[in-house]
């Protein structure tokens, strides 16, 4: 990407560069070697423009001005052609809030969160517990664990629907164990189908969660297991006084990017259950809304508006959990190391 | 939101104390993982057998497996160029995203890791906040942005857009790993006449390579499986990535339900692959990633 020829030129940069180059971009420069510092302060903010340019030109032009696009094409009523000059205030904002197919949308991805947190949460655990014991194949069952992870929304949508169908393979398995009993509607009828979701979601995320735990749990230090052993702790007595605390971190990242996830989804739910379907099934979420009544029906003005309401609601969710729960965790990563 | 901290060496070997912490494996545990394993795989495997039978078969017997297994399928689809096309638009968005998000990404992020100005906080929380910024919140106006570019139906529609919202991931991911770069090295590589620039180059590159490998693939897969940017801007069949073909040949095949299922399974393919072939490398790279 950079492939400017600045090795040569980069050559004076002496050993105190940090104090150097903090220098540059502050107006009072420490008293001591005035004389060099102008150059070098400026050649550095040349390189820090250079290196940061092509990152803060993309991300800002195609993901913060969007947003800011789509908080502005809110306020009108508008087809996506021409300028957007209907304008009509928060009236928008009026009707997705009193909608009651977006209320319904919300209580979908609200429930998404809390059992994805509920479900996910500690099968993932016990089965990091359970891979992290020393075991013939371990390796392939890590391999294994992460398949559904890697394939993409689109296959496993496709693979589940034809499988979950009245008439398809789930069913057809049911009927010839004898417990056709058991068969289902699994994704058209209102009472399950919010289930199939879950456990089709939980399918395919679980093995990220996995992973996540298993590499927190390696990296417990051995001493602390050599010292509880010693001292006579039995397995479950350092699983549960040493390992689930020390798990609490990584357990906090994960809760918070499982539930960014769950207020977001869209592909699963729009592959198996068709734009219009869902509403019906139970399994409407913000994100489908928007697409329906957005996109599909050639309203950007609307569209927007949906997105900035799903935006602010998980910006909100975010922010509290991040106040309340991520706070001891960050405190430190932000702020001091990064700001400093 | 991240934690900054990240060894680049983590092994050590086991000490034999520590396996009544970690456990031991009795029959119990393989049973457990069998059980896991195979609830895993059902979904794949079913994928993958349904596309080696014949639509009677699959009507008569829902549950069953491939009597006798036919070929047609998997060879019909291999024959039709349409998959083919849309292999081929993927490999490019995918492998163009992941390229420049890397440059990019690494970039900022040893600006981010390894000097020290006014704004820097400010930046790396910019980014930060990128995650809370999935391309779902973005997209309608997106879509807008795309088309008086006059990208619509272009790869590039696709690929610009993903590199800056895979940007935020790989930057988390990356600025811990250079911060990690020893000092002494940076003052070695100075006191031999290089520069920040010259450190860069020299010694941030190779010792980046293997967070720089992590993110690439993750940046590849995710690029590869993305589905809601392609809905919106590839309108043309021709420009359709995988995703979308496997939508667009499920609904055009409806009745036709082994022929999809061949497609979609072969359409897994290359991510399952190319996941196996670098499985250590994205499992190590959260590791450093997400380590509270």
Redesign the interface.
Known sequence: ??DSP??P???????D??SV??A???PAPAPAALPRRRGVGWR??F??A???G???L??V???????F??AY?GFFRWK?YGKPTDFVGLNNYKIILTDPEFHAALGHNLFIVVASLVLQGPIAIG?A?????????RSL????????Y???????G???S??LAT???????L??VGLGSLAHDWLSDPDIAIWTLMAIIS?KYI?FAV??FM??L??IP?EL??A???DGAS?WQ?QRS?TLPL????????AFLSI?GSL?L??LVY?VWGQYVAGTAGVSTM?TY??QY??TAGN?GY??AV?VV??VI??TI?LVY?RFV?RR??A????D???? | MTASTIQLQTHRPRSRATSKARGGAGPATYFVALVLVGLLLVPVVYIILGGFRTNSQITTDPAGLPSPWKVSNYVDVLANGTFWREVANSTVVALVTSAAVVGAGLMVSFVLARYSFRGRGALYALFAAGLMFPVTVAITPLYIVVRDLGLVNHLAGVILPQIGFALPTTIIILVPFLRAIPEEIEEAASIDGAGKLGFFFRMVLPLSLPGVITTGILVFVGSWNSYLLPLFILNDEGSFTLPLGVQAFSSQYSTDTAKVLAFTSLSMLPALIFFSLFERRIVGGLQGAVKG
């Open positions: 990407m950079s600045v090795n030129l980069a050559v004076k940069n002496s050993q560069d940090r180059v903090g540059g971009s502050t550095t903010r390189e820090i250079v290196l940061s092509p990152a803060v993309m991300f032009g195609f993901v913060i001005f969007p947003v696009l789509a094409y996506g089965l517990l359970l891979l992290n014991r020393p075991m013939r194949g069952i890590r391999v294994l664990i992460f398949v559904p890697v394939i993409s929304e689109v296959i496993v496709t693979g589940f034809l499988m008439n398809g393979a789930a069913n057809g398995f009927d010839k399918w093995g992973i996540l590499a927190a390696q990296n051995d297991f050599e509880a052993a010693i397995y350092i040493i798990l609490g971190p990584t357990l906090r990242i994960w960014i977001q869209f592909d592959i994100a928007m697409v957005g996109r950007f569209g927007s997105a799903l935006f998980s910006l975010a991040q991520l965790d960050t430190g990563a932000l702020t190391k990064a700001a400093r």
